[in-house]
C-alpha cells in the first residue's frame, strides 16, 4: 500500500492536510494534478513543467495506448522516460475517455470494447488489463477501469452500471495483487471510483462494497459531467466523507478554484481538470482577483502582470498588453505563457490551501479567496 | 558608430571572426539571429530563447508596427521590454514585408504607402520614419528602407530601384544623426542595404555610393528571392567582399545551414532566416548528420534522440520516438521541442565556425560538416 498520513487537519471544516508516498515522491495534499493527455501537459517541456512545480501530474491510459501503445511505451523505458517527467504519475484506466470520445463502444460484463476515434483500430478494456496496462508502463497510482454514468440517468440503469463499476474495480485489485507477486519491480498503488450519479443510497453502497478492499485510495467519479453547479457541491459534500479517511480521496476532473476550495473543505485531497491548460489556449486567465479574457480589448494598453500577486515567470516578465498582442497574433508562446501562469494559479492555490489547513484558518482562507475573486482582475 | 572589431581571419578563406557591440552586449560573430517576427521567437517564452543563448535576435518592424504600434511599444517601455528579451535587437525597417506581404502598395519618391494585412488600415513608411520608429522603440540595430527586388527582374527596373534604395538608406542614415542629436537615448547603429539583383556592376556602383556614408553596418539584401541555388552562391560571393570589411557584413533571410557557411566563407559575419523555427513547426529538424522529418514512420520506435551529438534539453530528455509522437499528435509542445532543438543546431553551428575560423581551420571545418550532414540522419 501506499504510505499515506493525515498531518493537519481544520478545525472549522473537514480539510485536511496529508502525505501521500508514491514510488517517484511524496505528494503533499491537498494537491493538484495538471493534466498531461496525451504523455505532455500541452505546451509545457517538461523542464518547464517541473519549474511549475507541481507534485504529481495525470495522464490519460486511453490516448496513450491508442497512440503509442504499450508496447512503445515499455520499449522506450516507461511512461516517466516518455513524458520526461520524473515526479510522480497517476493515469486513468481509459473508461471515462471511452464513454466521452470513442465512436463506437459496447459494454460487455466483462469490460468495453471500443473503436479507436483515430484510427479505427478495435480496442479491447478490462478490469484486469487496464491495470496490467498502467502497471507495464510504471505510473505510480492506477485507476480502475469504472463506467462514468451520464447526467440525468435512470435510477435503473445507475443502479446497475455502479455495481459493474464496483466488480471491475475489485477484479482490477485482484490482478494487481497477482502483477505484484509477479513483478515487484511495480511500486505503485490502484485507487478505486465510486460512482452512483447523484443518489447517496446507491453511492453509499458503492462505498461500502469498495473499502472493505485494500484500495491505496477512493475517487470520486462521475461528477462534473453536465449536472448544475449546485447539484455538483452537494454530491461532492454527501461522497466524500463515505469514503475511508485514511486513505487518499480523489474528486476525478474538478475543477474550477471554487469547486476545488469546496471540495477540500469536504476533506477532498487530489484534484485534476484540464481547466488551467485548456482555458490558455482559449485565453482565459486565472487570478488572485478574478477571472480575465485576454484578447479583451481592455487589456491593450495595460502595463501590468496578469496578477500582480502571483510570483510566475510569465508575470514576472510579461504584461497583459504583451500577453493580449501574442494572443490576438495567434502567437503558440501566448499557450506556452499562459499555461505557466494558470498551472501556477492553481499551484499556488493548493498551497495556500494546505498552509491555512495546517494553520486551523482554512474556512477563512477560502472566504478571502473568493472574496477577492469576485472582484475584475 | 558600434564598436566593430576583426579578431580572427580564417587562413584559407575570406572568413573572419569579429565582435560587434551594441547597447544591449557583445554579438560575437559569424552570428545566426533567431526570427521573433512578432515580437517572440514562435514558440519560446523569454527564459526559453536565453537559455538557447542567441547573442542578437530579430524583429520585424512591419508587424510590431500593424500588430502594437510605435506608440504602445514606447509606452510600455521599449521593444526589450515588450520581448522579455535584454540582449542585442536587430529589427528590419518593414520594407520587405511591404513587398511581400502587403495586398496593396504603392512605392513614391518618397516612401511606400500601403494597407495592413489584418485590418487595411494605411501606413505609410519613409526613409526617415523608419529609422525614428525603429530608435524610438530602443532597437540595436536599425535597417534602413530598402526596395526588395523580385527575381528575375528587368535591368531597367533594377537600377532604378536599386538607387532609389541607395537614396533612402542616405536619407535614413542622415534621420539617425538628427535623432541621435535630439535623443542621445538611443544608441543603436544604422546597417544600410546593398541591392542590385544579381548584377554585380550594380552592387558595385549601390555598394560605392553606401560605403561612402558611415553607417554602421552593411547587408547583402534582395537574395534568397527565388533565384537557383547557384545563383545565390555566386551572387554572395560577389557581393560579401564588395562590402566594406572594416564594418559587419549581414546577409539578409538566409539560410540554410550549407547556404550560411558558404557565406561565412565569403566573409559575411550575421545572418537571420525563420527557417529554424519555421521548420520546427512542420517537423523538419535539422542534425549534425542530415536533416530529418519527424513525422516519419522509421522514427516511431526510435529511443535515440534527434542527434546524438546535441547537447540541447530536447535532445537531453526527448527521443525520436516520442517528438514523433507529440508531432503527430498536434501537440504544442512538439512546437517548442523541435524549435529549441532547431535554434540550437544553428547557434552551435555558428559557434563552431567561429571556433574553426580562430583555428585557421575553417574550410575543413565546412567541408566536414557538410560531409556529415550528407548523410540520413
Redo the contacts between chains.
Sequence with gaps: MLPFSVVGEDSESTARAAELTTPHGVVHTPAFMPVGT???????????LERVGPEMILANTY?LLL??GTE?IV???GLHR?M?WDGPILTDSGGYQVYSLAKRRKVEPDGVVFQSHIDGSEHRLTPGNVIETQASIGVDVAMVLDECLPYPVEPRQAEKSTMTSVDWALQGLERAGRIRAECPDWGGGVFAIQQGSLDSDLRRRCTDALAAADFDGFAIGGLAVGEPPAALYEAVAMASPMLPGHRPRYLMGVGYPEDILHAVGCGVDLFDCVLPTRSARTGKVFTSMGDLAIKNARH??D?RPLDESCSC??CA???R??LR??F??N???S???LT?HNLWYFLSLMRGAREAIMAGRYTRFRAQVESDRNRTA
Design positions: 496525451a504523455g505532455t501537459v500541452k505546451g509545457m517541456a517538461a523542464w518547464e490516448h497512440r503509442l512503445r520499449s522506450l523505458g516518455v520526461g491593450a494598453d502595463p515567470p510569465t516578465v510579461y504584461s498588453a504583451v498582442h501574442l490576438v497574433a502567437e503558440v508562446t499557450v506556452v505563457l505557466i
